[in-house]
């Protein structure tokens, strides 16, 4: 099984193409749309997808868009496009070419910030998110691991093989938790573009525009905190059915964060995962029973 790669035209800010991949029944009514993280791309989901097709009882199509300046979509020619508004309005012109009748979502980190503010406006284009995966973030994000990942984002340079590629990877996201070789090998290709090398032959790039960094290295810890009563306005407002997965080492989504979202708002249901931090891949049998468990309950 391999997702078709198709294209939408966005024009908030500017116009620009956002990519998807589309696994599945492209006809079906229920669409699982999964969203990744700050730094990765769509094809973070393939395992997942891949199990939710098979597994459910009915057609189903899973949508995993590359967000803008990731991947096989445009990138911005001003950096400070790059932040959530941006992303909300470039998913709710998704939908709205979707139509999705039954509509869940799955969102990693900063996918999950876009799920939780596309709640409240995904009626607007006909549709409406019914249940809602959260996977490690809430409305607070912790300082020290925005300072973490600030000092490896946009700063990758060349590789001379996918391997090397892979290694250096894993030096900076080893928190998300554990794999066999082959497992994040697979995980780390889709991660990489083929560029010419200085020496000759072919060398290799992060797939993403490195200007994403500039947005996010300009944020403010003052700032940061400013933005958790919006999130956690929006997050209150949530009725969609919501699952709360958390690595139980997650630098970014705090324990006590956690536990206050299964008491306010949707009342998110709680999951955990043992010897993973910020975040779990949905790679594992575990994380994937999880979710589809959750998605495909009738």
């Not at 790669?5 to 599945?24: E, F, K, S």
């Not at 098979?54 to 950096?79: I, M, Q, W, Y």
């Not at 032959?201 to 810890?221: Q, R, V």
Request: aromatic share 8%.
């Amino acid at each position: 099984m391999q997702p078709e790669l198709l294209y939408i035209d966005c024009t908030a800010p500017v116009p620009h193409r956002m990519a998807y991949w589309q696994w599945g029944d492209p006809q079906a009514s229920h669409t699982v749309v999964c969203v990744h993280g700050l730094s990765r791309q769509g094809r973070d989901f393939d395992v997942l997808a891949q199990s939710l097709v098979e597994r459910s009882k009915t057609p189903l199509r899973v949508v995993c868009p590359d967000v803008v300046g990731r991947g096989k979509s445009d990138f911005l020619a001003d950096p400070q496009g790059y932040q959530l508004p941006t992303y909300v309005a470039d998913m709710l012109q998704l939908l709205a070419q979707l139509k999705p009748a039954t509509l869940d979502w799955v969102g990693t980190s900063m996918g999950g910030l876009i799920g939780m503010l596309l709640c409240a406006y995904a009626p607007s284009v006909g549709a409406s998110v019914r249940r809602l995966v959260l996977n490690d973030v809430g409305p607070v994000i912790e300082w020290q691991a925005l300072q973490r990942i600030g000092q490896y984002l946009g700063k990758s340079g060349q590789f001379a093989t996918v391997q090397q590629a892979a290694d250096a990877m894993w030096a900076v996201s080893s928190s998300f938790g554990p794999h066999t070789p082959a497992q994040w090998l697979a995980f780390s290709q889709p991660m990489l573009k083929p560029v010419p090398s200085p020496q000759g032959g072919t060398a290799f790039e992060l797939h993403y525009d490195p200007a994403i960094a500039m947005p996010f290295g300009s944020t403010t810890e003052q700032q940061a905190k400013e933005g958790e009563a919006l999130l956690w306005q929006a997050y209150e407002a949530i009725s969609a059915q919501t699952l709360l997965i958390r690595g139980a080492q997650s630098d970014l989504l705090s324990t006590a964060t956690a536990q206050q979202m299964t008491q306010r708002g949707p009342k998110a249901q709680l999951v955990e995962f043992v010897g993973v931090g910020h975040a779990p891949t949905l790679i594992a049998p575990d994380q994937v029973d999880a979710v589809a468990n959750f998605v495909l309950a009738a």
